[in-house]
């Protein structure tokens, strides 16, 4: 196992580039990128990077040349040939060919476009453009770059043994977390840290903690990397990005209503069993849900990832019963802002009336609230999202309005067509 703090003293980092694959990123992302090459592949799209907690001024603390010199290796990054056997051959979800020639031709082949970097007002405006399936694998890259040159800002400062006590503390932190939640009968979870996480290194720990410390309710990792190198499940569906951009691409306010469930019956194209998972709160989820045809409730299951996750729960339930589904055979994964207590509130209130799995992401591989003076490494929310798509704006309403993206004209004008009433803002921790 890895002496993370003696790595972090001793060579500053340089040995450890912080995306060293370009599978170190969610499998998600993968699967996505297959249908999008399928179905919209000329799709001019942009990303740009979004820092909601403002305070955390990233162009103060993170050096612009060392930022560059991250993206920069990225670029340089090729498909190995190991890690194209692993995507070719390996079984994801019962099913042996996941990943489709073509793809996986244009994948082993594929250097992510340039990007457009410059500092304003102590933030960083990044911003990615090009076709759509090479554009959209800037996203987590970006994220982990981010994320991590902040805490190597902060922990550049700190002596050897200040390390040592720093990562050790870390380390009991997450054990507690992990010996609460093996008590929980049925317990099925999964890491989902990548794009927020503090360091690869970290990330890797945590899941070989999970391993040990959860045994078979540890399910997987969203990170390819990390799962085929642990020999353990990678884990994804899909995202919001592809029903933002469908929708900005639609030319009617029908083609615009549509345009959720349109990317749902391409996804359903290419994929069956649980990669069937329904994200329904793009455009707000009690709309998605009362329109949805019937073949949606007979899915697999539904990611709760923003809202009230009890009153999201409730209202799936709600749903394939008045569908004539049995919830009981339906999987409900919880992804938005977990810990333990949210984990363990959840998982009693929702075993046995469903199947229930959550998706732990930045307070699983970046939890160093309280380890620091004045909290310098406390996670913070950032996202890099698609801002437009062949020259229009996606929008994004979420159930939480805090997390809604756009320009505000837009929203407004999506929140009519899809009727999107009053919601609860809630705070957006992560």
């Not at 405006?125 to 076709?131: D, H, S, Y």
């Not at 994320?147 to 800002?153: G, T």
């Not at 029908?254 to 349109?262: G, I, M, Q, S």
Request: glycine residues 6%; neutral net charge; contains cysteine.
């Amino acid at each position: 196992m890895v002496d993370i703090a003696t790595r972090v003293y001793n060579h500053k980092w340089k040995i450890d580039p912080i995306v060293r694959s370009l599978i170190d990123t969610d499998f998600y992302k993968l699967l996505m990128c297959q249908s999008v090459f399928r179905n919209k592949p000329d799709t001019i799209v942009t990303f740009s990077l979004i820092n909601r907690t403002r305070s955390i001024r990233l162009a103060d603390l993170v050096d612009e040349g060392e930022l560059r010199e991250q993206l920069d290796h990225v670029r340089s990054l090729r498909l190995t040939r190991g890690e194209s056997t692993w995507l070719r051959g390996n079984m994801f979800y019962g099913k042996r060919q996941m990943f489709r020639p073509d793809f996986m031709e244009w994948f082993e082949n594929l250097q992510l476009p340039p990007y457009h970097l410059e500092a304003r007002d102590g933030q960083y405006e990044l911003t990615f453009e090009g076709k759509w399936p090479e554009v959209m694998l800037w996203e987590i890259p970006a994220l982990a770059i981010l994320m991590e040159l902040r805490s190597r800002a902060v922990l550049e400062a700190m002596g050897r043994f200040e390390l040592q006590v720093l990562y050790a503390r870390a380390m009991t932190k997450l054990w507690e977390k992990v010996e609460r939640l093996r008590e929980l009968k049925g317990l099925r979870i999964a890491d989902f840290g990548s794009r927020r996480r503090h360091s690869f290194l970290w990330q890797d720990w945590c899941v070989q903690a999970m391993i040990e410390g959860l045994g078979e309710s540890f399910v997987g990792t969203s990170n390819c990397l990390i799962a085929m190198r642990r020999d353990i499940e990678a884990i994804g569906t899909n995202a919001h990005e592809l029903p933002m951009v469908y929708a900005a691409l639609a030319e009617t306010e029908e083609e615009l209503r549509r345009a959720p469930y349109k990317v749902l019956e391409d996804w359903q194209e290419e994929h069956e069993g649980n990669l069937l998972i329904i994200l329904p709160d793009t455009f707000g989820s009690r709309q998605f849900l009362e329109n949805a045809p019937d073949w949606l409730a007979r899915w697999t299951g539904i990611r709760i990832d923003s809202g009230d996750p009890v009153e999201g729960g409730e209202a799936a339930i709600a749903w394939w019963k008045s569908r004539g589904e049995d919830p009981r055979r339906k999987l409900m994964i919880f992804s938005d802002g977990l810990d333990v207590d949210s984990i363990i509130e959840l998982h009693q209130r929702f075993a046995g009336r469903c199947r229930v799995s959550f998706g732990w992401g930045t307070l699983l591989t970046n939890d160093f609230r309280g380890l620091v003076p004045n909290d310098t490494l406390a996670p913070f929310s950032l996202v890099c999202k698609a801002v437009a798509a062949n020259g229009r704006p996606t929008v994004k309403l979420s159930d939480n309005p805090s997390k809604a993206t756009g320009p505000k004209e837009e929203i407004e004008r999506y929140r009519r067509i899809f009727g999107v009433g009053r919601q609860k803002e809630l705070e957006v921790v992560v």
